[in-house]
């Protein structure tokens, strides 16, 4: 579909140029997922993009609302598969907001680690994804999912599935890690270390990445504060920002880690953010597995039917992507009577405009690729 | 609601509630009514037209600079009429407070904050085709994640059924299915 | 030898004992055809007449490298063996898929190559829910795909709708809109049961040989 919206460019009068509405997507294979834009292109260069979402809305928040407080955990992995016990862990500690729960402190510390190793293996598939997206097809997508086999490997002796854990309930975790748990650990750590470094030295310093995502879709702090953006997005703008460290939950304040921030709020400060990140995360990890200590996993007076007064809680943890929120409102009874799900991948999302605009045709792949979306949080 | 050991594990993120009450009440210098102390966070109410000035209060003042919008959405409460609830946050100063808005089932329209946070865009658009409130003032009010033709159907208010199943698994094979 | 720090594994006893050159095996010609003219006396030996064993067909014995065999089973043969599904990950499901294709449950041993244009694939893999939203787009990519094609329905959720089945947005499995050949239970399916799928296709395919295209 070509329509007439600009009728000279601006090198010479006489030349006069049509701008193309070019449709990427819902199927398309760089697409992450069913997203569909809608580009209006001059030349290569990009004037404006407009994104449509909703090809994935499956309805989690009103299905969550007709289940029981530990039907709806299935749900919340779900909406981000790559990064499930942390959506896990949102709704589950709001529940145990709502109902006054304890958490022994050992549940605490098994499920720092399997968020941080999860974090791992969200951003393993990001360094794949954007591999592929800035054009070095095959090398980091099959390290990555090498890596990613590892952790998975590891999450399905503890929890028996690979991608949809289910694993933490009201109150604690569903059952104790097996007895070998921290030896595996560490052996993970060690391969997923080495993986790091992989990638590390396969693209941060590769002069064709390089060009590809240095000084392409900047935005700047104040602007991403204003639209919302959470997560290593915004810490690549320099807003330093990160709720384990501001707001801390379980025993992120126990710990020590650094919080990176980027300068440019470009591509590669997006993605090398994440690759800092993930050494962070592997620190925490290590100084969690010193603290775990035998113990119970679940309260002692934990009720069959789980049932909490009236109330409402905004519970927000940082999830690979962001802040992934959760804001239940329970009316009595035992099952939530609104449960929204405050997504960080939406609010990425809504800065595709100001970041694409004025870019290449080909480099709007890669920035999308860079905010790093996982459509089923999108879409809800 | 008050146990020792839950608060303990949340004491980080619930913040010292008088501070924000104070703080609040200086940034909106008398609009406003029914403040409450929610679990976590401070929740005030406000009126419908006075939404965006409240807004730009909290956002503006130097104590209060809450300049992240983190949520945006909405509670059918049924009979009673529908509550729009923001959730902000301010980066420097690090408090939370969270804004209602109640409407009521005759009048589910107040004025857009798109122009005081831009994040709000999509969380209204989303807001709009769930529970069908209009955001006055919206510069795209498109569907976003219904079809845009459907403007009829509100998924998540609480009068609107769920799907049958349409496939009983076992129809016509001789297994005389139970209705589910 | 054993200046280069190796040893041979059978050491010949005799040195002299061990032959330098093959010896030549003279074949036993049945004179069928006369003695084929040549232009070059070296070339005689290479112009040996077939020998024609009765009941077993000349050509096979001229030139040993022919099948011969009937054509739907070639044709199946090759189908099944190098089938070209379509990259259509919609949902959780996609993240299996991608996770089967990858060096540690290898597809591409089997032939299976991802291919993201539906002009020069074979199979749909409609991993994910499929939304009243999205199905248009689904249907128009099966259609835009040549014959002979197939789908698997991989997933609880492109089933029957799977665990979001009650809302009214999404299309309660994905046989209302195309038609689907193997459907794999699983929410995800493991990736040894999205193997398992194809290899019921690929006997689904060796079965229907006989039908003409689709």
Known sequence: ?380 | MTTEPVEEQFTNQIGDHDDIWSIVDNALLGIGVNRETGFMDVIVSIETDEIVQASRALRDDEDANFDYLRSLTAVDNMGDGMEVVYHLYSTTKKHNVTVKVFLSNESLRLPTVTDVWPAANWLEREVAEMFGIKFSGHPDPRNLLMPEEIDDTFPLRKDHPLAEIEVLQGEGMGYSGEEL | MEERGFTMAITPADPAAVPTESPVIAPEIIPVLPALPTEHPSEAPLLIPAQYVPGKALYKQILPGIIQAPLDLLLGASRKSSLWPMTFGLACCAIEMIATYMAHYDLDRFGIVPWPSPRQSDVMIVAGTVTKKMAPSVKLLYEQMPGPKWVISMGACATNGGPYTRYDRVLQGVDKIVPVDVYVPGCPPRPEALIDSFIALQELIMEERKVQGK
């Not at chain 1, 009103?62 to 029981?68: A, S």
């Not at chain 1, 789980?306 to 519970?315: A, D, K, W």
Request: with cysteine.
């Open chain 1, 1 to 380: 579909m070509v329509e007439v919206l600009s009728q000279t460019s601006d090198q010479s009068a006489e030349f006069e140029t049509q701008d193309l509405l070019l449709n990427v997507g819902p199927q398309h294979p760089s697409t992450h997922g069913v997203f569909r834009m809608v580009m209006t292109v001059d030349g290569e260069v990009v004037r404006d993009v407009i994104p449509y979402i909703g090809y994935l809305h499956r309805g989690a928040e009103k299905l969550c609302e007709t289940m029981d407080f530990r039907q709806g955990i299935g749900f919340m992995d779900r909406t981000e598969y790559l990064a499930a016990f942390n959506a896990e862990l949102s709704y589950v500690m709001a529940v145990e907001a709502l109902a006054d729960l304890e958490v022994p402190e050992r549940a605490q510390w098994i499920r720092m680690i399997l968020c941080e190793l999860n974090r791992l293996s969200s951003h393993f598939m990001f360094l794949g994804a954007f591999g592929v997206d800035t054009g070095v097809f095959g090398t980091p997508f099959i390290y990555a999912w090498r890596e990613r086999e590892a952790l998975i490997d590891l999450f399905e002796e503890v929890s028996g599935d690979r991608m949809m854990y289910a694993y933490f309930r009201p109150g604690g975790i569903a059952w104790d890690v097996p007895v070998n748990f921290v030896d595996r650990v560490r052996e993970v750590l060690i391969s997923a270390t080495q993986g790091i470094d992989d990638f590390d030295s396969l693209l941060s310093e590769n002069e064709i990445f390089l060009a590809r995502t240095q000084g392409i879709g900047s935005i700047s702090a104040e602007r991403a504060i204003a639209l919302g953006m959470s997560g290593p997005s915004l810490r690549a703008s320099g807003v330093d920002m990160d709720i384990r460290r501001d707001e801390p939950y379980l025993k992120y304040d126990q710990v020590e880690w650094d919080v990176i921030t980027g300068e440019h709020g470009d591509v590669f400060d997006r993605y090398y953010c994440r690759v800092m990140e993930m050494r962070e995360s592997i620190k925490i990890i290590n100084q969690c597995l010193e603290h775990l200590a035998p113990g119970p996993i679940l309260p002692e007076k934990m009720p069959r039917m789980l049932r909490t007064p009236p109330g409402e809680v905004y519970l927000r943890t940082e999830a690979p992507r962001g802040e992934y929120g959760v804001y239940m409102v329970s009316r009595g009874g035992n099952r939530p009577y609104r449960c929204k799900v405050r997504s960080s991948c939406l609010s990425n999302l809504q800065a595709l405009h100001e970041l694409t605009v004025g870019e290449y045709m080909a480099d709007a792949i890669v920035i999308l690729g860079s905010i790093d979306i996982v459509l089923s949080e999108v879409d809800r």
